[in-house]
């Protein structure tokens, strides 16, 4: 199998859609349908199937789809990486922060301070298996069994709380149910956030469905949403920074234990891992003190 087959192969499999896949790989459409061909009868199976204007992978391509891309993956980044572990004057660090996001981005600025010449490369995608750092978080984390030799973990817990316009409906509360807001608007984040997938599953275990009016995947845009009065929303403890807006106030709730567990994993697969290590202990020493 050639390389660029393979990549011609992911990018139709991304868009669902030849001529989309052409014009972004910069090809002639004919070109990129022969090579899908050529892939097909190299592998002997059918990759992808019509489905209206556009095309499905099939069961066999659904397979090959992901199975190949982390190694796609790895190939693409190898030059960053010969280039990164010959580079004697500085280093990459490779971020995957699938949570977060927000205190991650100010420890890099205040690490780069005393850090100046230290680059970061940073990834939001769950399924990106290259990092050096990644920082994701859980309802309830559990150790592996079998803890990996070149890995070191930290993880910590933050309270979920329920942020909310800071009216004279929420003024002299500290704590609320969920069930007392019926169809109270709901600022929340969408998509693949790990955060929205937790809260999710906290309201359905208690029965409760949130009504909700507006979704960002911007953490700050949720508090301006919120100080704004458009609604309420889920807030995590300290990670997304304390709140010093006077239009929102936090409230505990009271129909089960919100929170989630932080993990921040360190993955030791340089020849020298002494700067990615430093950065590791500095990010673990910011969410000790914010977590106080």
Known sequence: MELTHIKYFLEVARTEHVTKSAQTLCIVQPALTHALHKLEDELGVKLFQSSGRNIKLTEAGNYFYKK???????????????????????????????????????AVVQFKKQ????????????????????IQTFANYHEPEKKNPDEETFVCSENIYLAVPNTAEFKKRDSISLHELGDTNFIGLYGSKQLHTICEDYCNRIGFKSHVVFESDNALAVKDAIASGLGVGFWPEFSWGKINNRKIKLLKITDAEFKRDIVITLVKIKQDNSRTEAFFKFLVSMLKKASK
């Not at 982390?70 to 699938?98: F, G, H």
């Not at 850090?115 to 990644?134: K, M």
């Open 115 to 134: 850090a100046p010449d230290l680059r970061f490369y940073l990834v939001q995608r769950e399924e990106s298996t290259l990092y050096d750092i990644c």
């Open 68 to 106: 190949v891309k982390p190694l796609y993956e790895d190939i693409e980044a190898l030059p960053a990486r010969l280039r990164a572990k010959s580079d004697t004057q500085t280093v990459t660090v490779s971020l995957k922060v699938l949570a977060a996001s927000s205190f991650v981005t100010n």
